[in-house]
T-cell receptor, first 114, second 113 residues
Framework: DTAVSQTPKYLVTQMGNDKSIKCEQNLGHDTMYWYKQDSKKFLKIMFSYNNKELIINETVPNRFSPKSPDKAHLNLHINSLELGDSAVYFC?????????????FGPGTRLTVL | EDQVTQSPEALRLQEGESSSLNCSYTVSGLRGLFWYRQDPGKGPEFLFTLYSAGEEKEKERLKATLTKKESFLHITAPKPEDSATYLCAVQADIMNRDDKIIFGKGTRLHILP
């Protein structure tokens, strides 16, 4: 059983398009996260939701909007895609908020903007 | 500025050749330091958490240590399956908000058989 799953695994799109990445966890965790890993391999936290409530919102353009329909799902919608958005996006979950030592990561979604 | 720096960027070792990876940090109010392992094409996998200077954690061939300014990940008699990128991250208390996590760039470790 996959603990944290993301779809799609690869996403290639044109500049200016709108796209979504979906994430689901079956661990029963309360908290979910979105991270961006750029070409230089830096992993940066973008958002975190705890029980469907936004608790972390780092300096991210307004074109990025997370949505948590329930605590097992955290989707990421990106409007007006730009070249600089190309990266690998990781979803993660943890039992409670800020329990970074108990995070489980998904396999990542490689987004390429042409 | 809060920062996490890992060195070296890449390390090639022969199987059985022990070495150490370094993670230095310049944050105030350290809440925890984490080590993760990341295999190519996969998400990071949690290894250790260290909370205070002097603390050590061990798992198989890996041992993590922490001082006030840096952490070391010691690898003893590594095997080819230890090849991966090792990421260090810190959770810092910024302006009474302890939610910030900062990752280093990682060290790519390659163990030759």
């Amino acid at each position: 059983d996959t603990a944290v799953s993301q779809t799609p695994k690869y996403l290639v799109t044109q500049m200016g398009n709108d796209k979504s990445i979906k994430c689901e966890q079956n661990l029963g965790h309360d908290t979910m996260y979105w991270y961006k890993q750029d070409s230089k391999k830096f992993l940066k936290i973008m958002f975190s939701y705890n029980n469907k409530e936004l608790i972390i919102n780092e300096t991210v353009p307004n074109r990025f909007s997370p949505k948590s329909p329930d605590k097992a799902h955290l989707n990421l919608h990106i409007n007006s895609l730009e070249l600089g958005d190309s990266a690998v996006y990781f979803c993660a979950s943890s039992p409670s908020k800020l329990s970074y030592n108990e995070q489980f990561f998904g396999p990542g979604t490689r987004l390429t903007v042409l | 500025e809060d920062q996490v720096t890992q060195s070296p960027e890449a390390l090639r070792l022969q199987e059985g050749e022990s070495s150490s990876l370094n993670c230095s940090y310049t944050v105030s109010g350290l809440r925890g330091l984490f080590w993760y392992r990341q295999d190519p094409g996969k998400g990071p996998e949690f290894l250790f958490t260290l909370y205070s200077a002097g603390e050590e954690k061990e798992k198989e061939r890996l041992k993590a240590t922490l001082t006030k300014k840096e952490s070391f990940l010691h690898i003893t008699a590594p095997k080819p399956e230890d090849s991966a990128t090792y990421l260090c991250a810190v959770q810092a208390d910024i302006m009474n908000r302890d939610d910030k996590i900062i990752f280093g760039k990682g060290t790519r470790l390659h163990i030759l058989p």
